[in-house]
């Protein structure tokens, strides 16, 4: 009998060594991604990746005030992130705790096992009808701000403008008004840093997911927005912010 089980034993060690695992058949493939270089020593990072899948201290995502017509017209991220997180977003809007009202920002925890990113920072894009490229700016510097104030140096932004079916703007403006903001931000947070007014923050990396339709446009625009932000820097007066500076 002892016998009849090491033979049983050796013949299934030399099944399992003899099948190849999955993984070394099918490596997971990492998402395509571009990385460029950001005030700072910053580095933004264009990725075609979706919101629930970056391994990221936080994630940001958008929304437009909540109304029938809006709900109606959401489709692909938003409603995967929503599922994965079991209804937690949609929960929050149709009981009016986040409506989605001009840079209206709440703070999530994910829960273990749903999504990647740690943190979920929802912020509001307002009635979507006013939506605007300077909006878009706005969103990029609220964005930095509360990044500071968690201390998350490594951020991941989906805008969901597609998603919840508006095109008026296109993809590459919305992207570089949005880099463009987070950059001047996160400018003056050093600034504040270097003179006394502000803890330690440093951004490591700013991941800008975008779908395979638009990531090239999104890679264009983030040049541009990075471009346009170094030329505003270089501007800026580099005098104290206060005569009690430290």
């Known amino acids: 009998m002892n016998q009849s089980i090491k033979l049983l034993a050796l013949a299934f060690f030399q099944l399992v060594v003899a099948i190849p695992s999955a993984s070394a058949e099918n490596p997971v493939q990492a998402p395509a991604e571009t ?24 994630q940001i995502v958008c929304y437009f005030k909540k109304s029938a017509e809006s709900d109606k017209k959401m489709t692909g991220a938003p409603v995967e992130l ?15 705790e986040f409506t989605g009202d001009d840079l209206e ?11 990647k990113p740690k943190k979920l920072l929802l912020i509001g894009l307002g009635d979507e009808a006013n939506l605007s490229l300077q909006k878009m700016t706005q969103i990029g510097i609220s964005g930095l701000r509360e990044a500071a104030k968690l201390g998350a ?20 403006d919305v992207e570089s008004a949005v880099i463009r903001g987070m950059l001047m931000a996160y400018d003056t947070e050093r600034r504040l840093q270097k003179q006394g007014f502000a803890k330690s923050y440093a951004l490591q990396n700013w991941v800008v997911e975008a779908g395979p339709a638009y990531y090239e446009e999104t890679i264009s625009g983030v040049k541009k927005g990075i471009a346009e932000a170094g030329t505003a820097i270089q501007a800026r007066d580099v005098q104290p912010y206060s005569t009690k500076s430290k």
Not at 82 to 96: E, H, V, W
């Open 82 to 96: 929503d599922k994965r997180l079991g209804g937690l977003i949609s929960s929050l809007r149709n009981r009016g």
């Open 35 to 58: 990385k460029l270089a950001g005030p700072h020593d910053s580095s933004i990072i264009v990725r075609m990746q979706g919101p629930y899948d970056a391994e990221v201290p936080l």
């Open 105 to 115: 920002v709440l703070i999530i925890d994910a829960p273990a096992e749903t999504i």
């Open 153 to 172: 140096t490594k951020v991941a932004f989906a805008p969901l403008i597609r998603d919840q079916g508006n095109n008026r703007l296109k993809t590459g």
